[in-house]
């Protein structure tokens, strides 16, 4: 029986691993996919995640993966920019960072596999739980094989298979944004764009979407899919909609690069939390026990820091095998992770707020165009201050050196 099953080998499930090996803990790490090259994964490190790292010991994994930092974040509605923050937004702390999830998992994967005890199971799919009485105690695999362990920790995203096995709910978060679907597109980076790389975010009348380079080289756009589009997306000329809706340099290069676009693909995007986030023997962490929103770049961030907590109450009772003791540190993750995580979900909803306002008229993105002079100072200073804490997070969380 080995210590800890880890399923999910994202951003939480990766890096958790990495720091239970480091303190001589045994881990089997499994992964349903063979590849970390899909679609779409989350790039964005903001300072908390970045300092995350740091506490982790892995800022130096993260200078050996494409990276690259962010230089300003520009609102452009109705083709007038409505203002422009530049990285970093605070003095002494870091700019928001884009990283290569794919690259960055694969070398935390690497780091982990230098560990004897580490076993790394790519390809491989959990089908349910092993319970011993009223205790889960491993899981069981697609091919039959089971994997019994002290505690089994859910890193396996939204939709996750441990969360559902163990009868953990999953609800809408008070004041959270409600479910609502992206449209995720590629297209090739151009010159044209300069040195700089800025996050935009585009309102043209009742659309939206953003738009960055990303840091595998390529231009990366979210289109915020409208209730109207739902059954009509699929025979769009995307091309044409999004020149339609871009400023005039971004709607040239669309058109000069039409045969570069790739995409869309559909990202349903769900936010809410368990009420619960474990039962005896089972750990829920992340996307699994609270999914968030992709506004301001959240689901990496909150996942790393998750851990650090996470670390910090377990490897005592894992080192002893205690049983009870395990048991015991779940709920007190929960208390000390959960606080942050309704607060952000919270601040990510009023940001979704302006949104919905696209949505149900016309008349207030061409008021803001209109009045942008006049209205640039209390708007940029209401997004600031909502950005500091999804930046830098709500609670001190700090990795115990004796963890």
Not at 147 to 169: E, F, H, K, M, P
Not at 352 to 374: G, H, M, N, R, Y
Request: neutral net charge.
């Amino acid at each position: 029986m080995t210590q800890v099953v880890v399923v999910g080998a994202g951003p939480a499930g990766a890096t958790l691993s990495r720091l239970l090996l480091q303190r001589g803990i045994s881990v089997q790490l499994v992964e349903a996919s063979r590849t970390f090259r899909r679609s779409f994964r989350g790039e964005g490190l903001m300072p908390s995640g970045l300092e995350s790292l740091q506490q982790m010991g892995l800022s130096s994994v993260l200078d050996r993966v494409p990276h690259q930092a962010l230089h300003a974040w520009e609102f452009i509605i109705n083709q007038r920019r409505l203002f422009r923050v530049e990285e970093p937004i605070e003095p002494g702390s870091p700019p928001c960072t884009l990283v290569s999830q794919p690259a960055l998992l694969e070398a935390l994967i690497q780091e982990a596999s230098t560990f004897p005890q580490f076993a790394w199971m790519p390809g491989t799919r959990v089908q349910d739980l092993v319970w011993h009485g009223s205790r889960v105690v491993g899981v069981k695999l697609t091919d039959g094989r089971k994997l019994l362990a002290d505690l089994v920790i859910g890193t396996d995203g939204r939709n996750s298979i441990v969360r559902q096995r163990a009868n953990l709910a999953l609800q809408s978060s008070p004041g959270a944004t409600h479910s609502f679907n992206i449209l995720w597109f590629k297209l090739a980076d151009s010159p044209d764009f300069g040195t700089e790389n800025n996050f935009y975010s585009i309102v043209q009348g009742c659309h939206a979407f953003g738009l960055f380079r990303s840091s595998e080289g390529n231009l990366q756009i979210g289109w915020a899919l409208r209730n109207t589009e739902a059954n009509t997306w699929k025979q769009t000329n995307w091309v044409e909609k999004l020149a339609a809706a871009s400023p005039n340099w971004l709607s040239e290069h669309l058109r000069l690069h039409s045969d570069t676009l790739e995409g869309p693909v559909l990202l349903t995007v769900v936010v809410g939390h368990c009420p619960q986030w474990s039962v005896p023997g089972v750990l829920l962490l992340g996307d699994a026990a609270h999914p968030m929103s992709p506004i301001r770049a959240q689901g990496i961030n909150m996942a790393l820091r998750d851990v650090i907590v996470a670390v910090n109450y377990l490897v005592k009772p894992l080192q002893q095998r205690n049983w009870e003791a395990i048991d015991a540190a779940l709920p007190q993750i929960q208390a000390e992770r959960e606080p942050e995580i309704i607060r952000v979900q919270q601040l990510q909803a009023q940001e979704a707020a302006q949104a919905d306002l696209l949505e149900k008229t016309e008349l207030f993105p061409w008021i803001v165009s209109q009045l942008a002079p006049l209205l640039r100072p209390p708007i940029r200073f209401a997004w600031l201050r909502r950005q500091r804490q999804l930046r830098q997070g709500v609670t001190q969380v700090r990795l115990r050196t004796e963890g």
